[in-house]
């Protein structure tokens, strides 16, 4: 089963609470992942960040509703019970409890912003959130989501951009971004030249200030090719004139399956293929041709802060 949204969660939620009792949020967070079948890779199944599973998030958010709805309390740190307003709710017997059905709540409203309409009933049924289009996905995952979409723009702004600029700009771009990643010698006396007209080797990063240590590069700025065997086999051969055995081809197209198989199966010497995704990603994380505009800090409150028995 697929992991349910924060509003799917709501009802089952509070049908977990209905014997009354005070529940655990880790205690009732495994109850719910039990109740929808989730398999242990669901459960633990992380949100982009990779800081926190996307289920229990999803409870999170569900169980922040639930609270400015009255439908439930916090009778102390990570604990949870249902309220009489819960009961209530519950005794109508509900087929759904979703945002629509908790904006008839004045609390809800106030907590989201929103006005009450002057129809007071509160809809159970099957179609309450019909007719209104209501967002399935927990804040922080609108944040990541929209992040995301931010990110696969940029990374293909980038590639446009890359694919019209000069094959010598190229050169140089690729080159910035492994001094970016971290070739070229951890003090930064590393040197670059330029082509060396080895055979299709257009630069070499010295990794130590004697040169003891190389990595030869291979630059291909290309629009709808994809760069096959031919190419590969010449550069790897191409690098016993300047002794290394470490090289990086970078592409902003791709690389056809030949090339990919031929560098899996070479012996002593180390081939790293970048494709133009992979170029776009590393360039938006090393800031290489980017240039940050906004800054966003999010913030939680520290239970420990507010942990009385400790000193």
Known sequence: MAIPDFQSIMLPFMQVLSDEKTWTT??????????FKLSEAERHQLLPSGQ???????????????????????????????????????????????????KQFPSYLKFIG?????DDTVDTSDDADEGEAENTKTPLELIESSF??????????LLTKLKTCSPAFFERVVVLLL????????????????????????????????????????AKRYSDLSVGR???????????????????????????KDANEFVDRIVGKKIVLI?????????????????????????????????????
């Open 230 to 256: 031919p190419i590969v086999q010449q550069f790897v051969g191409s690098m016993d004139f300047v002794q290394a055995n470490k090289g990086v081809i970078i592409t902003t197209s791709q690389f056809s």
């Open 114 to 118: 929103a006005k009450k309409s002057d």
């Open 26 to 35: 880790k205690e009732l967070t495994e109850q719910l992942a039990v109740h």
């Open 179 to 218: 001094r970016a990643m971290g070739y070229g010698g951890v003090t930064g006396d590393g040197s670059v030249t330029g082509k060396s007209g080895d055979g299709g080797i257009d630069g070499i990063i010295k990794e130590d200030k004697l040169g003891l240590d190389v990595v030869c590069i291979q």
């Open 148 to 157: 995301e979409a931010l990110h696969k723009a940029t990374a293909e702004e």
């Open 52 to 102: 926190q599973a996307i289920f229990t998030n999803r409870v999170a958010w569900a169980k922040t509703h639930l609270k400015n709805a009255g439908l439930i309390l916090n009778p102390s740190r990570g604990k949870v019970n249902i309220a009489d307003a819960g009961l209530r709710i519950l005794n109508q017997k509900p087929t759904i409890i979703n945002c629509k059905v908790l």
């Open 275 to 311: 494709d133009g995704p992979k170029l776009a990603d590393f360039m938006i994380e090393h800031n290489v041709g980017i240039s940050k505009t906004k800054i966003y800090e999010l913030k939680e409150v520290s239970n420990d802060f507010f942990d009385e028995d400790e000193g």
